[in-house]
């Protein structure tokens, strides 16, 4: 599977558009997580935790609008976009949203 931020794929010629697929992953931070974290902004530096889980929740979102494509025949996404949202009360979810157009290519 392809995937791809630019509209097309060089090399490859789009032969169908199938529609736009999403993939969305919701990943709540825990205690430990937040304690690092906090550590880190005291202290300055990266936070290796967040961090680690901003990746596996971009990855995870990615995965799962590639699989959407596949199960309707695409065997490539273009135009993707990856959106990150905060969530609930304390601010201690985060949503991953990976966006693109589901397309077959020769």
């Known amino acids: 599977m392809i995937s791809t931020t630019t509209p097309d794929i060089e090399g490859k010629r789009i032969v169908e558009y199938k529609q736009i697929v999403f993939g969305e992953v919701i990943s709540g931070m825990d205690f430990i997580k937040d304690f690092t974290a906090g550590l880190t902004n005291f202290f300055g530096g ?61």
């Open 46 to 106: 990266r936070s290796k935790s967040y961090e680690g889980e901003l990746i596996e929740a971009r990855e995870a979102a990615v995965k799962e609008m590639e699989s959407r494509a596949k199960s309707m025949g695409a065997n490539a996404v273009v135009g993707v976009d990856i959106d990150y949202e905060v969530l609930g009360q304390g601010g201690n979810m985060i949503m991953v949203t990976a966006s693109g157009t589901a397309v077959v290519v020769e």
